[in-house]
């Protein structure tokens, strides 16, 4: 109970609930089964980039190529499929797609040393490109099959969507923070120089977090198309700053070095309750950015500002 009570994620926690009551009690029928299952397929999309774009923030980086790319495999999935090619095939080649823009930017970021937020900014005007270039306008239809066994299929009562997209996601990360390259993620975000005195491969670790993040986002990418039942070269562009808002609220340090995924997961579920509290109210369009703006704010504020006061009392201690 200690840890959890220590841990940089436990403060969203608490918004986590404090806005799971607000739906229960302002959302009408938030909490039928139909009700929470469509949430939760919305949900797991923006939680899978959340993880990824954490272990990048924590690395000492940051990603903003994350919506234009979930564009990208979205619409390369369906168009596969509508060419003949199968399932599987299309899954794999589309997350192939989302691990070479990793590539490129771990490739310029780490190797050629050019500023995170200028390289996955151009990433992501290239991306959103591309996304229209393989499918101009909303439309097609993926697998019936997929779509039905993403929104609707269990495995041992929980849900296919949240096995598949959020807790394998993390299993994989907790599994590599236990290896030497969890430790090196932190030291990297923390001091990359000290990092490379103490001869960690800090070029190494950087490529590998921007892999991991683009991995993390193909895969929510086919998620997406799960929820969405078909493409859209526009309809992923919101996720990239609703996943850097999840990352901090999470409890994860902008300047690098602390955090933890679990946290990515717990912010992007206070971002979709918000968003749900905001629509349950049922305000006109305009009201409704502004509100859903106005609350992921200060929940972002809210944590950065816990994040300096902890840091503060943890330096007075030592």
Same mark, same amino acid.
């Given at each position: 109970m200690k840890k959890v009570l220590k841990a940089s994620w436990f403060p969203s926690l608490i918004l986590v609930i404090v806005f799971m009551v607000w739906n229960g009690i302002g959302t009408k029928?938030?909490?039928?089964?139909s009700s929470f299952r469509y949430f939760l397929n919305i949900f797991v999309p923006l939680a899978c980039i959340a993880?990824?774009?954490?272990?990048?923030?924590?690395?000492?980086?940051?990603?903003?190529?994350?919506?234009?790319?979930?564009?990208?495999?979205?619409?390369?999935?369906?168009?596969?499929?509508?060419h003949g090619i199968g399932l599987v095939p299309a899954m794999l080649l589309s997350l192939l797609i989302a691990i070479a823009v990793g590539v490129l930017n771990g490739?310029?970021?780490?190797?050629?040393?050019?500023? @995170? /937020? *200028?390289?996955? &900014? =151009?990433?992501?005007?290239?991306?959103? +490109?591309?996304? !229209?270039?393989?499918?101009p306008n909303a439309g097609g239809q993926g697998s019936e099959g997929f779509t039905k066994w993403y929104s609707y299929g269990t495995l041992a009562g929980?849900?296919?969507?949240?096995?598949?997209?959020?807790?394998? @996601? /993390? *299993?994989?990360? &907790? =599994?590599?923070?236990?290896?030497?390259? +969890?430790?090196? !993620?932190?030291?990297?975000?923390k001091d990359e120089k000290k990092a490379f005195e103490s001869g960690i491969n800090t070029t190494a670790v950087q490529f590998s977090a921007y892999v991991f993040s683009a991995c993390m986002t193909g895969w929510a990418a086919l998620a997406f198309s799960g929820n969405i039942v078909g493409g859209d070269p526009k309809a992923g562009l919101s996720f990239t700053m609703n996943a850097i808002a999840a990352t901090v609220v999470g409890g994860t340090a902008l300047s690098g070095g602390e955090g933890d995924p679990i946290g990515g997961v717990l912010g992007a579920l206070f971002?979709?309750?918000?968003?749900?509290?905001?629509?349950?109210?049922?305000?006109?369009?305009?009201?409704?950015?502004?509100?859903?703006?106005?609350?992921?704010?200060?929940g972002v504020v809210g944590m950065m500002t816990y994040g300096v006061l902890k840091n503060r009392k943890r330096r007075r201690t030592v």
């Open positions: 029928g938030f909490y039928s089964l993880i990824g774009v954490t272990v990048t923030v924590i690395c000492g980086g940051i990603d903003l190529s994350t919506g234009a790319l979930v564009c990208v495999v979205n619409c390369s999935f369906i168009v596969m499929q509508e490739f310029f970021v780490a190797i050629v040393r050019i500023n @995170p /937020l *200028l390289v996955t &900014y =151009a990433m992501q005007t290239i991306c959103t +490109g591309l996304a !229209l270039w393989i499918l929980i849900p296919t969507s949240l096995v598949f997209f959020v807790l394998v @996601p /993390l *299993l994989i990360w &907790y =599994a590599i923070k236990r290896t030497p390259m +969890g430790s090196w !993620l932190y030291a990297t975000g971002v979709e309750l918000a968003i749900y509290a905001v629509l349950g109210a049922k305000v006109s369009t305009y009201v409704e950015e502004l509100s859903n703006g106005l609350i992921v704010l200060l």
